[in-house]
């Protein structure tokens, strides 16, 4: 059964460090998502590519939140520096793009800044 | 995207029948109804999805009502592995540059005990 693959499962760092979380999508997908969800937000959406293109990162705080695709298998998000508010889980999911085709989501990288 | 109401919590006995309603009085005629769930630690997970006529598949029914401003999710004979936060999320199957974008609101915390 395939799978969205995520590392690390769980990262705890200090304030102002840099963290790298990384997203292997499904094998064929062509849009990725990266989500964050604290217990104040819920789940919301921070940015995603299709084609390995940037489509939207509206959602993303830009000064210090970057997402990249090197290629089609890894997804990245990078946060520099790193705030005690970044603090939450980041899933990432992945998709055809086409509707009625479902997400599917990893099982997140949960966050600690301290 | 219309907004849904759902109950913020629910209790079920195992093998019996998990009805889940979602309130989206203010649905549009292009607007499908999603449902997605959320085990503790992992993430979401596709459940089903549809417009207007009942829709079935291997893990549950939904029920959409002729007026549309209303559904339920039907696990028909829940396990304790159904235990999670259950998501009705109303949004038009637009494709393009709007897929995958899920607005996700609090759920229903379904709990099935022995």
């Known amino acids: 059964d395939a799978r969205v693959t995520q590392t690390p499962r769980h990262k705890v760092t200090e304030m102002g460090q840099e963290v790298t979380m990384r997203c292997q999508p499904i094998l064929g997908h062509n849009t990725v998502f990266w989500y964050r969800q604290t217990m104040m937000q819920g789940l919301e959406l921070l940015a995603y590519f299709r084609n390995r293109a940037p489509l939207d990162d509206s959602g993303m705080p830009k000064d210090r939140f970057s997402a990249e695709m090197p290629d089609a298998t890894l997804a990245t998000l990078k946060i520099q520096p790193s705030e005690p508010r970044d603090s939450a889980v980041y899933f990432c999911a992945s998709g055809w793009g086409t509707e009625g085709r479902p997400l599917h989501f990893g099982n997140g990288t949960r966050l600690t800044v301290t | 995207d219309a907004k849904t109401t759902q109950p913020p919590s629910m209790d079920c006995a195992e093998g019996r029948a998990a009805n889940l309603p979602c309130n989206h009085s203010t649905i549009s005629g292009n607007e499908y109804v999603y449902w997605y769930r959320q085990i503790h630690s992992q993430g979401p997970q596709y459940i089903i999805h549809?417009?207007?006529n009942n829709e079935t598949n291997e893990m549950a029914s939904l029920i959409i009502t002729e007026d549309r401003k209303s559904s339920t999710l039907i696990l028909p004979h829940a396990t304790l592995r159904d235990t999670a936060v259950y998501y009705c999320?109303?949004?038009?199957?637009?494709?393009?540059?709007?897929?995958?974008?899920?607005?996700f609101g609090q759920g229903t915390i379904l709990t099935v005990h022995p």
């Open positions: 549809g417009l207007k």
């Open positions: 999320i109303v949004r038009v199957l637009a494709g393009g540059t709007s897929y995958g974008k899920l607005t």
